[in-house]
C-alpha cells in the first residue's frame, strides 16, 4: 500500500510559509534560517517555491528523488523543485493547461540552475524513445551554447547570466516533448567592451583561448595569451573551479549535438576572434589642414587580420573608422571622425558584432529544436531573467530590468488573486475582497505610451537638436512630477528638495520592491544603441556570408532612412509579447534567494535575505496568499490525517468525506467562522486552526501510540505464556515416554540373563550325558579296530612272505639275462673293430698309391706359376685400386693415392707425373686466346720475377687487368683516350719520382703496343709521350716496393730530361707487360729486365745510383724515396713483420 504522507510530516521549521503564526518579516526570515542551517534549501508560499541557493552540491537531485515526487500530489512530500515541476508537467499532459514557470532572483540566486532542474526534471519524467531522447538532448544541450555565449564572471556569480532567457518547450498530447522555442532578451552587449573591476568578458572568449587547439588558432589568427587583447580583463582571467578548455570541449560538442554544420562553428569562431582582433585596433590624431582632428589607424595588422578573418577589404574598413556619411533626403554629407569617435565607432561595432552574433545564435538554436510537426502542442515555458536589481549605480539596463521585474510581479499578483478567485467560485465559497499592492501605477510610470519614461526617453531621443541626458532628466521633471512613484530633486514638486540622497542628474523610482535611484548618464547613449551606418555597410560589403546576415542594414539596395526603433522600444515591445505570453498560460513561480555574498555554503546573512526578501515582494506573496483562506486541503486527505480526532470518524467514517469532515470540526468546536466547505475542499482560515488540529493530531498519534503498544505488549505476553504451556506439556510427554522405556529395558535385561542360566545349566546336563554315551561309544569302536587290526597284520604278514617268494625269483632271472645279453654286446664289438681297421688299412694303401702315381706331375713349374700368378693378381689389383681413388682433374690438386706394395714405387711415381701431364693438357685444351695470354703473361712474369723479387709472391694471386682506369668507358678520360690512337695495353695511375728529391707525382700510366704515355691524373694532359723503342732496359729492386726505372736510349729525344723512375701498386704487371712487347717486336730486341738493389739511372747529365736500403718496420709502413745527393738516391723499403 502507497504510504500517504504530508507536508506537514517531519517539518522543520514550516513547509509552507502561508502557515507561518505569527506572521512577521522577522519569523519569514527565521524560518528561512532554520530550514536552511538544515540543508532544507525549499520552502513553499503555498504554490510558489522559494529556493535559497546552497552553494554547495546536496543528494536531492538524485534518480531516486526524482522517482520519490513523480506523480505525488504537491503537498505530499517536503518541499522541492521537483514538486513544482511535476504539477506543472502533470497538469500540462493531463489537463491540458499550458504552463509557465517563472523564476527570479537577484544575480547569483540560483535561476540558471534552477530551470536546469526543471528541464532536466521533466526531460527524465517524460516519454522516451529514440526521437523523444533525440529532441530532449538537443534542448538540453541548448543551455552550454547559450551560456558559452551569454554567461560571464561577474563579482556576484561565476557563471551569471548577461541576457534574460525564455524557453517554451513544447509537447504532444501524451506529453513527450517535440521541440521549443527560445527567446532572449537584452543581452549585456557593454560587457564585450568593457567589464567592471573583477569581472570578466563573456565565458566564449576565455574557453575559445584556452580550449582551441593550436592549429583552430592559428587559422583564427588569435594568440593563447589573453594579455594580448584590450578586450579582455585581466583581472580574473582565470577563474578557479571554472575549466574554460574543457567547457570549450563541452561547448563544442553541444552545438554538434544541437545540430550546428561545422562550416557554422567555423563562422561563429571567426566573429569571436574578430572581436578579440576589433579591441586590439587603435587610432591616433592626425591634423587636417582646415584644422580639424581625423583619427587613423595606429597599427594596421590587427584591422588587417580581422579583414583577412571576415574576408574584407581592409581600406574598406578603415575608411569607416574615419568618416561618416550621413545621408538626408538624397544628400549625401561625410564628416571626418576624430580620434574619441573612432573609438566609439570601434566599440559600437564590436558591441552590435556580438550581440548580433548572439541572437542568431538563438535563431540557428531556434530551427534546430522547433518542433517537426505541425499538430496542436501543449506548451512549457520556462522564464530565467534577471530579478530586481539594486545597486549603487543604477543605469539604463537597471531600468530596464527593474522595469521587467515590474511587469512580472504585477502578472503574479494578478494570476495569483485570479486562481484564488477561480478557486473560490469553482469550491463555491464566497469571495472576500483582498487588500493587496497593485504595482500597476509603477508599470504605467515606465511603459506609458504618451508620458510614460520609456515614451519620453524616445521622444528625447528622436527630437532633432541637442538631445542629453540632462535634457531628458528635464523633461521627466516636468511630465512626471506628480507621479507619486517618481521622486528627483530638480522636481517641480518641492518635497525632494533638500534630500541630499538624491543628486541632482538622478530620478528615484519607489518600485514594489523598493526604491532605486537611477544615474541618467547614457541613458539617452544605451537607447539609441547607434552604429554608423558606414559600418554597417562595410560589414555588409564583407565577403562571409554570417556577417552579411547580421548586417542586412548594410546593404546599399535597401537602404533605409528611417532611424532603427530603440533599445527601450524593442524591450518595452518584447515583454508586451511575453506578458501576453504567460498571461494565457498557468504560471509556477520560483523565487530564488541567495544566502550570502561570498558564494559561500552554510552561511545566511540577515540583512542581505531580508533585502531580497522585501524586494521580490515575498512577505507580499504570503500576505495575498493567505488574504482569503491559508490553508485547503480536498476532504478526503484531511478525513484520512486527522479522523482519529474523532470517535464517530476512528477508525472509519462510513459515509461522503465531506461529512465525516464536517463531523469532525464540529466534534472539536472549531469555530464556524474559521473554516468553509467547499465543493471538493475544506478551507482553514487561519494558520492557528490548522495547527490545533496538527497538534491534536500528534497528542492522539501519541495515545494511539500507546494503545498500539499496550495492545501489542499484552498479545506479546499471551502468545508466550500460551507457547511456554504448550512447550512444557511436550517435555512432560517426553519425559514420561523415557522413563518408562529404560524400565522396560532393564526387566528385559533381567530376564534375559535368568534364562541364559536356566538353558546353560540345562545344556550343560545334556552334554555330560552325550559325553559318556559318545565315550561308550569310542569304546566299542577301539576295540573292534584292534581286533580288525589284528587280524589284518596276520593276514598282511602271510602277503608279503608270498611276494617276497615272488621277487626272489625274478631276480635270479634278471641276472642271468645280463649276463647273456653282456656277453653278445663284447662279441660283437670285437668284430666291428676288426672291420675299421680293415677300412683304414685300405685306405691307407690306396692314397700311398696315388702319391706315388702324381708325384711326378706337381712339382716341376708350380713355384714360378704360383709365382706370376699372384704378381699379375697383385698388379691388377693395384689398377683397379688406382682407378677407383684417382685425384680430380684441377692441376693444383696434389693428392695421389699411396702405394700398396714397395716394388711398385717407380711405377707409382711416373703414373703421377703422367696423370699429371694428362690433367695440364686437358685443362690447358679449354683455354680461350685472351685467356691463354693472360696465363702466358703470368708465366713470362714467373720467368722474370720468380725467386728474384720479393714483390713476385703477392702478385700471383693478382690477375692482370690492364686497363684499371677503364680509360674508354670513363668519360674524364675522353681527351687522353682519344690522343692516344693505339689501343692501351694498361692503364693505372703511378707516382712519378721527381728526379731533383725523390718525392712522387700521381700521373696516369699509359702502355700501348708503340709507347708509353704519362699524363696528368687530373686534367688527362700528356705530360710524356716516349716510343717504346727508345726504352733500353728496366731495372727493379728485389724487394717488395714497387720502384721502377725505365732507362732511354742515350741521345734520343726522349732521353732530354733523363730516364724515368716510376713507382706501382702494379709493377710485376708494367714490367711484364713493357718486357713481352719488346719480345714481339719483331724489329726489336727484348727489353732486358735488371733485377738488383742498386742500379743507375741517368738523370739529364748526372748519372745517379738508386739505392734501396731494408728499413724497419717503425719507421712507417710506407716506401720513402729521398735524393741524398747528385749521385745517389735512396729508397728504403720496410722489411716485412
Ligand atoms: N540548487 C543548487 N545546488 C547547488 N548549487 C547551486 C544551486 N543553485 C545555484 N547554485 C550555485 O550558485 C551559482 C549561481 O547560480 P546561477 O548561475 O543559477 O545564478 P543566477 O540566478 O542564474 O544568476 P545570474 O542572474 O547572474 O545569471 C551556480 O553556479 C552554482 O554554483
Ligand atoms: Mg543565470
Redesign the pocket.
Known sequence: MEVKTSLLDNMIGVGDMVLLEPLSEDSFLGNLKKRFDHSE?YTYIGSVVI?M??????PIYTPEKVEEYRNRNFYELSPHIYALADEAYRSLRDQDKDQCILIT??????????SK?VMSYVAAVCGKGHEVNKVKEQLLQSNPVLEAFG?AK?V??????RFGKYMDIEFDFKGDPLGGVISNYLLEKSRVVKQPRGERNFHVFYQLLSGASDDTLRKLKLDRDFSKYNYLSLDSAVVSGLDDAANFRTVRNAMQIVGFMEDEVQSVLELVAAVLKLGNIEFKPESRCNGTDESRVKDKNDLKEMCELLGMEQSVLERAFSYRTVEAKMEKVSTTLNVAQAYYARDALAKNLYSRLFSWLVTRINESIQAQTKARHKVMGVL?I??FEIFEDNSFEQFIINYCNEKLQQIFIELTLREEQEEYVREGIEWTNIEYFNNAIICDLIENNQNGILAMLDEECLRPGTVTDETFLDKLNTICADHQHFESRLNKNSKFLNDHSLPHNCFRIQHYAGKVLYRVEGFVDKNNDLLYRDLSQAMYKANHSLIKQLFPEGNPAKVNLKRPPTAGFQFRASVGTLMRNLQTKNPNYIR?IKPNDK?ASHIFTDSLVRHQVRYLGLMENVRVRRAGYAFRQPYEPCLERYKMLCKRTWPHWKGPAREGVEVLMADLQIPAEEISYGRSKIFIRNPRTLFFLEEKRKQCLQDLATLIQKIYRGWKCRTHFLLMKKSQIVVAAWYRRYAQQKTYRNIKSATTVVQSYTRGWQARKLLRELKYQKRCEEAVTTIAAFWHGTQARLELRRLKQEARNKHAVTVIWAYWQGTKARRELRRLKEEARRKHAVALIWAYWQGLKVRREYRKFFRANAGKKIYDFTIQRIIQKYFLGLKSSMPSMSPIDRKWPARPYGFLDGVHTELRKIFHHWRCKKYRDQFTEEKKAVYEEKLEASEIFKDKKALYPSSVSQPFKGDYLEISKNPKYQKLNSAVDEKVLLADVVNKINRANGKGTPRIFLLTKKNFVLADQKTGQVKASIPLPDVTSMSVSTQKDGFFALKLKEGSASAVKGDFLLSSEHLIEIITKLHRIGATAADREKLKVDISDEFLVQFKQDKVCVKFIQSSPKNGNSVSCKRKNNRLLEVSVPTSP
Do not use: F, W
Not at 541557493?53 to 546536496?58: A, E, F, I, Q, V
Not at 532572483?105 to 534552477?114: D, I, M, R, V
Not at 556576484?156 to 547570466?161: A, H, K, V
Open positions: 534549501i529556493s541557493n546552497p552553494y554547495r552540491s546536496l532572483g537577484e544575480s547569483g540566486a540560483g535561476k540558471t540552475e534552477a532542474l554567461n561577474t556576484r556569480n561565476d557563471n551569471s547570466s530565467d534577471y530579478g530564488c558564494k
